[in-house]
């Protein structure tokens, strides 16, 4: 086995993780960073990408007056009106923590390089205090590993840490495969788990939340690890039960497009900004669609006019009026379609009746998706043919539309007659995030049950969440660059 020592190890490479590197290693602890996929991402790279904030650069130029005192309060509504009885729980001294130093981390991100557009308002935000960032959250993750590699961090991909190594009940390492050697990494101040949050493991998600465990996560890395960690020394995990999801997303394109492929140089994101906010959205509207639309979910709303649900079998699957987003597990490679005839696409092709919301122009209609996602817009005369462009059994998918049709009267849903005819898809249910996290104290140290610290460890943005709920868009991205910045000042301060 190869053995090294350093000063704090990171386990992740995702948004915290790379921050809470990057501000260790700049309080000049030496630092290597473990992440166990091929390339540093995590969930921040696969996010849509806002951070919701006070007090910022954008509000300020906007004429906007807030305050961290104001966002505070404005969080406990939002997280009442979306958990009820739950927000009684929440951690306030974290929430205190993140309001009074978001502010901070949006100014050190633009100091990167990173450009946000806004800020766009979110009720119950008595306030605008989202930001986007554009082009879009990959940015995050090209600006951080860069800075991470201007600073020193030493960053491994594909190294899976197996274990923490304990000394006299003391976190003082790990050890980790690291390109498929094993390696005892020694840390002599600190490990900062950065390992996100258990959205892909069907274990945890049964332990907290049964009726989810099959729904697959966006992030599929994200299984528990840190988690497992700080039980096994005597940490809790709490608000495990709270998901966000099951949503529909539709599939991203098998091979990103151009522009998609364009690193975020600053000139080029400021220009979308000042473009964004002086030219009419119309012009832009193909041009930032196409940055955005591999994130979009579908709306509800479509059900309700007379959409249905099929999966590759070209099968009706299941009620689309009642909760339809838990019934994707049993499918054909958990994926279907929407399908819906020409009445339906007229309508969403307008305001008030729009497919998706989207950053930047508001919302995504139909001729949105056929411009920017051919790839998920299927149009047919028929519906043998609309299920040939969509590759689905042409048999299956007019019996289905037929058995369909001789239910609607009486349920009050409109038959599908009237083509041509239109699919949207492959669609997916995906858990977006779980909120439970280990316990921490406000140094960001896992602390045990009964409230005493596991020396030598800290963990960071959702594994570190430690009962602070995070309602609302930009919250959680909020709370991954605030938790490693301050984590990575106290672990760094720890005597060797």
Do not use: C
């Amino acid at each position: 086995m190869i053995r090294e020592e350093t000063d704090i190890i990171v386990v992740g490479g995702g948004g915290s993780g790379l921050t809470a590197a990057i501000f260790a290693r700049q309080a000049g602890a030496k630092v290597i960073l473990l992440e166990k996929h091929e390339e540093l991402r995590g969930s921040t790279g696969l996010s849509i990408g806002s951070i919701t904030a006070s007090g910022t650069w954008h509000q300020k130029r906007a004429g906007v007056t807030d305050s961290a005192d104001a966002h505070f309060e404005d969080m406990g509504a939002m997280a009442r009106k979306f958990l009820g009885d739950l927000e009684a729980g929440d951690n306030l001294e974290l929430r205190r923590i993140l309001v009074d130093n978001v502010t901070e981390s949006v100014d050190w991100l633009m100091s990167l390089g990173v450009t946000f557009y806004g800020p766009m308002p979110e009720p119950p935000h008595r306030q605008p205090r989202m930001h986007n960032i554009l082009p879009n959250s990959r940015a995050y993750i090209w600006f951080l590993a860069r800075e991470a590699k201007r600073v020193g961090v030493d960053a491994r991909v594909r190294a899976t840490v197996t274990r923490l190594i304990l000394d006299g009940g003391k976190v003082v390492g790990v050890e980790a495969a690291v390109g498929g050697r094993a390696v005892e990494l020694r840390a002599r101040k600190a490990v900062i788990l950065a390992t996100g949050d258990y959205s892909s493991s069907g274990e945890w998600k049964g332990r907290f939340n049964p009726a989810v465990a099959d729904v697959d996560g966006v992030n599929t890395t994200n299984v528990g690890d840190g988690h497992r960690f700080g039980e096994e020394l005597g940490a809790a995990v709490k608000f495990g039960q709270v998901v966000y999801g099951p949503n529909l997303r539709f599939m991203p394109p098998a091979k990103p497009s151009l522009l998609l492929s364009l690193p975020p140089w600053p000139w080029f994101t400021k220009a979308m900004r000042m473009a964004l906010e002086l030219l009419p959205s119309w012009l832009l509207r193909p041009f930032i669609l196409s940055f955005v639309t591999t994130y979009l979910s579908p709306e509800p709303s479509m059900f309700k006019e007379g959409s249905i649900l099929v999966n590759k079998r070209g099968e009706r699957f299941t009620d689309e009026l009642d909760k339809p987003t838990y019934a994707f597990g049993p499918q054909p490679d958990k994926q279907g379609f929407i399908v819906f005839d020409d009445e339906v696409a007229q309508k969403f092709r307008k305001w008030p009746y729009f497919i998706s919301t989207a950053p930047g122009v508001a919302y995504a209609y139909l001729d949105d998706y056929r411009r920017t996602r051919p790839d998920l817009y299927h149009k047919a005369a028929t519906i043998g043919e609309l299920a040939r462009s969509m590759g689905v059994p042409a048999e299956a998918l007019e019996r289905t539309v037929r058995d369909y049709n001789a239910e609607t009267p009486g349920t009050g849903r409109p038959a599908l007659a009237r083509g041509p005819f239109y699919g949207l898809g492959p669609v997916k249910s995906w858990i977006i995030l779980t909120d439970g996290g280990l316990t921490v104290n406000r140094h960001h140290q896992v602390t045990k049950v009964d409230g005493t610290v596991v020396p030598g460890l800290y963990a960071v943005g959702s594994v570190g969440q430690g009962g602070l709920l995070l309602e609302g868009h930009g919250h959680h991205l909020a709370w991954a660059f605030t938790s490693g910045r301050l984590a990575a000042r106290h672990a760094a301060a720890n005597p060797r």
